[in-house]
């Protein structure tokens, strides 16, 4: 198959006043995106990458890889979780038919064209893409890079407990415990007995024992409103004065957070080094003096080997200590060093303020990203297709935080609330002006026609999207 091009897409729109043209209160966000992105070569770039994955000539033309991953982006920006939804808001909106360069007499992109090209390209091309992004956030100045938070939130994994199977035996739950029913004396096929029997026993669902056959990588994990459920863990870098982020990796949604803390802090060293790094005259790079020098997380990244290992990698750590009894520190010098001094660095002021700030700006991508960006609940199996989600769930936001720097807001629906909000604004200080300079005008306080246009302007309270049920 031969890989589209944007080039290849431009073509003349019928001929018609611009007056008649509809107009959504998405298409001035839109169109700012669409800008930055033009700006940057985001399109060319996307082309380059993706480039080894199609044939030259043969097949015809594939969705534009810049297309594709506008419709990723679009995900976070309307509150859309699946593939699915995305194909059918963009089939249905106007903004967003312009700003992936879709006529409107052209089909849109359905969901299994979008699947299939997530497929067909490789978790490092996302990631590509996620460091272009970064790339232009940083050319921006909107990251520093000496201070660093992680900290992580499991996500829902696109499968069922009721799908789990042993690992050894490929027994179902069922037939698994009409097996122990069986050899306790009960009746195996009473289905009632058998629930009494599992209710009574003490038992424990272990990811040494079970695995969902549908997506092997999940892990049963205890999410934090208490149920259990097959999910995947998601792990950021946030740069901690502006909030942008600098890395993200994806794991099993039971990997403990003193073990993908190993593989997050170097990424996101890695990223902040090649950002900042600015090229000699030799053509070489030469890596600024201020890099990542503190690392800030919460008390589940307190331990002795964790905070020993982040030492070896020349960082400050401030994390959190959680109540602990008094250890025994033999043969574990070095790790009762790290946590000693890192314990001296909390309780100093410092300490105290960044761990303030890791509540303001490491809390919020995840709000941002999985809550309103409606990504807690998956819908792709495998940690690989999970990554590339994430990945395009984080740039989305780095370019929602270039847009609050030009816009001053980061989606579509936020610039509108906020036109609103001036223009109820600038009404108040006319009406005022009104008043003062004419006090016996037609439009007093007693005034219907006041009374009315009050009613209308009145800044409504902001729309709360409904919780989205997680459970079976």
């Not at 009409?178 to 009574?200: F, H, P, Q, T, Y």
């Not at 314990?343 to 941002?368: C, D, I, N, Q």
């Not at 989606?411 to 006090?439: E, M, Q």
Request: proline share 4%; hydrophobic share 35%; charged share 25%.
């Amino acid at each position: 198959m031969a890989m589209g091009t944007r080039r290849s897409r431009q073509k003349q729109e019928e001929l018609f006043y611009a007056s008649e043209r509809a107009e959504a209160p998405g298409h001035p966000f839109y169109q700012r995106l669409n800008g930055v992105l033009d700006e940057a070569g985001f399109d060319a770039f996307c082309e380059q990458c993706c480039r080894p994955f199609y044939h030259q000539k043969l097949g015809r033309p594939s969705l534009a890889p810049g297309v594709y991953f506008r419709l990723l982006l679009i995900g976070f920006f309307e509150g859309i979780n699946s593939e699915r939804g995305i194909a059918w808001r963009v089939a249905d909106s106007l903004s967003l038919r312009q700003f992936l360069n879709y006529g409107l007499n052209e089909a849109t992109p359905d969901h299994v064209t979008i699947s299939r090209t997530r497929r067909l390209l490789d978790e490092a091309t996302h990631q590509a893409v996620f460091r272009f992004v970064l790339t232009e956030v940083a050319r921006r100045g909107l990251l520093k890079g000496k201070t660093i938070g992680i900290d992580a939130t499991t996500l829902e994994a696109n499968a069922a407990m009721r799908s789990i199977v042993r690992r050894d035996t490929s027994e179902s739950y069922m037939q698994y415990l009409r097996r122990l029913a069986a050899e306790a004396g009960i009746d195996a096929s009473d289905d009632e007995a058998v629930r009494r029997m599992d209710r009574k026993r003490k038992k424990k669902t272990s990811n040494e024992q079970w695995v969902n056959p549908h997506d092997p990588e999940a892990e049963v994990t205890k999410m934090k409103d208490g149920t259990t459920h097959l999910a995947y863990k998601a792990e950021q870098a946030v740069d901690l004065e502006t909030g942008a982020i600098v890395a993200i990796t994806t794991h099993g949604g039971a990997a403990g957070d003193s073990e993908s803390v190993q593989e997050t802090l170097p990424a996101a060293g890695e990223a902040v080094a090649e950002q900042i790094a600015t090229p000699t005259a030799q053509g070489k790079h030469k890596v600024h003096e201020q890099g990542l020098r503190e690392v800030v997380t919460d008390k589940g990244y307190h331990g002795g080997a964790g905070l020993a290992a982040m030492s070896e990698m020349g960082v400050r750590t401030y994390v959190a200590v959680p109540q602990q009894p008094r250890r025994n520190w033999e043969g574990k010098r070095e790790q009762q060093a790290a946590v000693y001094a890192n314990r001296r660095r909390v309780k100093g002021a410092r300490g105290k303020s960044l761990l303030r700030r890791r509540g303001e700006l490491l809390e919020r991508p995840f709000a941002h990203q999985y809550e309103t960006g409606a990504l807690r609940r998956l819908h792709v199996r495998g940690r690989g297709n999970v990554a590339k989600r994430v990945l395009l769930q984080a740039a989305a936001f780095n370019l929602a935080l270039i847009l609050r720097t030009l816009t001053r807001a980061g989606t579509p629906r936020g610039l509108a609330d906020l036109k609103r909000t001036l223009f109820c604004a600038l009404w108040r200080v006319l009406a005022a002006l009104s008043a003062k300079s004419a006090p016996c005008s037609g439009l007093d306080e007693s005034s219907p026609l006041r009374a009315h246009f009050s009613e209308r302007l009145r800044p409504h309270p902001p729309r709360l999207r409904p919780r989205q049920k997680t459970g079976f």
